[in-house]
């Protein structure tokens, strides 16, 4: 074991080390996949509404329609869109039942595969025990058919253990970091989608007022 590296402590212990390098790509990909779909939602969706309420509150729905059409690559652009074009000779109570079913339906797909960093946060860490574990195991057997003691036996092999364990730290902080990131942003962009819903319907209600249909 002298002169073994970190590489080759890596290489004898694949059958865990091999697992968590591939589980460490598939949580750097969905962080910046999701990094890059969740961008800017939080002002997107205060502006989109607000270049909607002007128009509504006037009673031009036609506008208003046009504008979220044109914004409907965005979730908030999606939701308004069919809300609008479903207002006439609806409810307000109605259509607060379409924006609140829109918005469930965004902020789920907008969750994507973040609760892979949730099972990956939580296993991790456990795999690379399950690592250490068999090979400290495996150290003391080897001791013993060699039939020597002393630490010196099996330093080389308990080393080789513990990096599996500090790869599942290292893979298992990083996912549960990025978990609860996530879910931070996505409250925050569903608390922007509330408001921003609470604002198109009143902008509805009053554009009805408007041309007395309120």
């Given at each position: 074991?002298?002169?073994?590296?970190?590489?080759?402590m890596?290489?004898?212990?694949?059958?865990?080390t091999?697992?968590?390098?591939?589980?460490?790509?598939?949580?750097?990909?969905i962080?910046f996949?999701?990094?890059?779909?969740l961008?800017?939602?939080?002002?997107?969706?205060?502006?989109?509404?607000?270049?909607?309420?002007?128009?509504?509150?006037?009673?031009?729905?036609?506008?208003?329609?046009?504008?979220?059409?044109?914004?409907?690559?965005?979730?908030?652009?999606r939701?308004?869109?069919?809300?609008?074009?479903?207002q006439?000779?609806?409810?307000?109570?109605?259509l607060?039942?379409?924006?609140?079913?829109?918005?469930?339906?965004?902020?789920?797909?907008l969750?994507g595969?973040?609760?892979?960093?949730?099972?990956?946060?939580?296993s991790?860490?456990?795999?690379?025990?399950?690592?250490?574990?068999?090979?400290?195991?495996?150290?003391?057997?080897?001791?013993?058919?060699?039939?020597?003691?002393?630490?010196?036996?099996?330093?080389?092999?308990?080393?080789?253990?513990?990096?599996?364990?500090?790869?599942?730290?290292?893979v298992?902080?990083i996912?549960?970091?990025?978990?609860?990131?996530?879910?931070?942003?996505?409250?925050?962009?569903?608390?922007?989608?509330?408001?921003?819903?609470?604002?198109?319907?009143?902008?509805?209600r009053?554009?009805?007022?408007?041309?007395?249909?309120?």
């Open positions: 074991m002298e002169g073994l590296s970190v590489l080759d890596i290489q004898q212990g694949w059958y865990i091999y697992p968590l390098i591939v589980m460490s790509m598939v949580v750097i990909t962080i996949e999701r990094i890059f779909a961008r800017g939602l939080i002002a997107g969706t205060l502006q989109t509404a607000g270049g909607l309420v002007g128009q509504l509150q006037k009673g031009d729905f036609q506008a208003a329609l046009a504008s979220a059409e044109k914004n409907q690559k965005k979730p908030a652009g939701i308004f869109r069919d809300v609008i074009s479903q006439e000779g609806e409810s307000l109570e109605y607060s039942e379409v924006i609140e079913d829109r918005r469930f339906e965004e902020i789920e797909a969750k595969s973040i609760w892979v960093l949730g099972t990956v946060g939580v991790a860490p456990f795999i690379g025990l399950l690592g250490t574990v068999i090979g400290i195991i495996k150290s003391f057997t080897s001791m013993a058919v060699e039939g020597s003691g002393g630490f010196a036996v099996v330093a080389g092999g308990i080393s080789e253990a513990l990096i599996a364990t500090a790869l599942g730290l290292a298992g902080i996912a549960v970091i990025f978990y609860n990131y996530f879910h931070t942003k996505l409250e925050r962009i569903e608390a922007a989608m509330t408001i921003s819903s609470d604002r198109v319907l009143e902008a509805v009053l554009g009805r007022k408007a041309h007395g249909n309120g």
